[in-house]
């Protein structure tokens, strides 16, 4: 994807959605400027101490600033370590498929959140969510403590502990930055191929704004634009590998596709477990060991489908990949543009790896489906569907715009996964 833009588009006037949230958010907290707001003509916008309204949404439409409308907010009554030491203390008492992780690490989590530091930029953005986008602001704290509690548990000392926490805390920042329907806790799972594009920019966002107008270790800004990357190259927004992907985005991107399985209609710590290992090479086996051991320790899951119904989608499934390879390789022979065959290629490579998971899970054995497997396997299949229906996303972003005969054939492949 594109991102070479994203720099002067976002900080060198101030973004519509986030200083829409910001606005929405001064109606029940008090936000104010901390500095006098200039443009780069040095015209003045607003002045030192005076409460942010809408009338600033005015004067600041389509002009340049001298100084980031981030850096010039301060919220005088929002987040602060001591709320901050709350939400986690809320959290920790809440009945979820977390507490067998966080409670035993409670007391070291709460010490470690006391200590945060809160710049006054992401004092300012977290603040925002909390007032107008309450779901984002608790899975900000989630993302925080699990990140926490999976350092703690493999031996962190108290630097890395408090990285950990940091990025969990700040990695979603940067989802202020497009619009709000793209930007719902679940809308990874849900976004169409087209709307997919304004979700995927985020995470690159969110590490501009880190770097660029906070003083937080480099290692937080890595990893929050590392946090929807995965091992085997197949995540966003630069589909990096193995190495590339630094150890603390390796353990945020455990952190958040396991919060993203927990916000689904059947949250159970086995679904997360089997999500992070039902592709592998897809996380770090280090941070999916810890989740996973986790999990053996929970309840059984149970299935909400028979065993027969189970073979039937499986079935579909199966005769999908099959379908979809095979378009696949057709395609790749007819394809006239460079664009249509290097997205070909992504789709071959994330279906082989489907096809590898598929193997490794044993369900090409599914006649021999036993009644005490099928919650086990039901949520494989689930899995394996949600990747499937992905690589439409992911398929149409690497290719662009096409030409009409290359996009008929790249709608022939994507009809191809929809059957």
Not at 54 to 67: E, G, I, P, S
Not at 107 to 131: E, F, I
Not at 162 to 184: K, S
Not at 317 to 333: E, G, P, V, Y
């Amino acid at each position: 994807m594109n991102t070479s833009g994203a720099q002067s588009a976002t900080f060198s006037s101030a973004n519509p959605h986030a200083l829409a949230t910001i606005l929405e958010a001064s109606e029940t907290r008090s936000i104010i400027a901390s500095r006098d707001i200039f443009d780069v003509s040095g015209t003045k916008l607003w002045a030192r101490d005076q409460p942010v309204s809408q009338a600033l949404q005015r004067k600041l439409l389509d002009r340049q600033l001298r100084h980031p409308l981030e850096s010039c907010l301060y919220a005088e009554d929002g987040v602060t370590s001591r709320s901050l030491v709350q939400s986690v203390e809320a959290l920790l008492e809440r009945d979820s498929p977390l507490a067998v992780l966080l409670r035993p690490c409670a007391d070291r989590l709460v010490h470690a959140a006391t200590h945060l530091p809160l710049h006054s930029v992401a004092q300012l953005l977290l603040t925002a969510g909390q007032a107008a986008r309450a779901e984002s602001f608790d899975h900000a704290v989630q993302a925080m403590a699990l990140n926490g509690a999976l350092a703690l548990v493999h031996g962190a000392d108290t630097r890395h502990l408090r990285l950990a926490m940091l990025a969990g805390l700040l990695h979603d920042l940067g989802e202020m930055y497009i619009a709000p329907q793209y930007g719902e806790a679940d809308a990874d799972r849900t976004l169409d191929a087209q709307s997919y594009q304004h979700l995927v920019v985020h995470p690159h966002v969110g590490r501009l704004l880190i770097e660029q107008l906070t003083n937080y270790p480099p290692e937080v800004a890595r990893a929050v634009a590392e946090h929807h990357e995965r091992l085997d190259g197949s995540g966003y927004p630069h589909c990096l590998q193995r190495d590339q992907v630094s150890p603390l985005g390796r353990l945020l991107a455990v952190s958040e596709a396991a919060l993203g399985v927990l916000r689904g209609e059947r949250p159970h710590l086995a679904r997360a477990s089997m999500a992070l290992r039902v592709v592998p090479g897809e996380f770090d086996l280090g941070w999916t060991g810890l989740l996973s051991r986790a999990a053996r320790t929970q309840p059984a899951l149970q299935a909400t489908l028979s065993a027969d119904e189970i073979k039937e989608r499986l079935g579909r499934l199966d005769a999908a990949l099959q379908a979809a390879q095979f378009r696949t390789s057709t395609l790749m022979l007819q394809a006239q543009t460079p664009a249509l065959k290097e997205a070909l290629g992504l789709a071959q490579h994330l279906l082989n790896r489907l096809r590898t998971g598929w193997n490794a899970s044993g369900l090409w054995s599914s006649q021999a489906l036993a009644e005490h497997d099928c919650a086990e396997v039901e949520a494989v299949e689930d899995e394996l569907l949600f990747r499937l229906r992905g690589i439409e996303r992911a398929t149409r972003l690497r290719a662009g715009e096409l030409p009409a005969a290359d996009g008929e054939r790249l709608d022939s492949f994507c009809e191809c996964l929809s059957a």
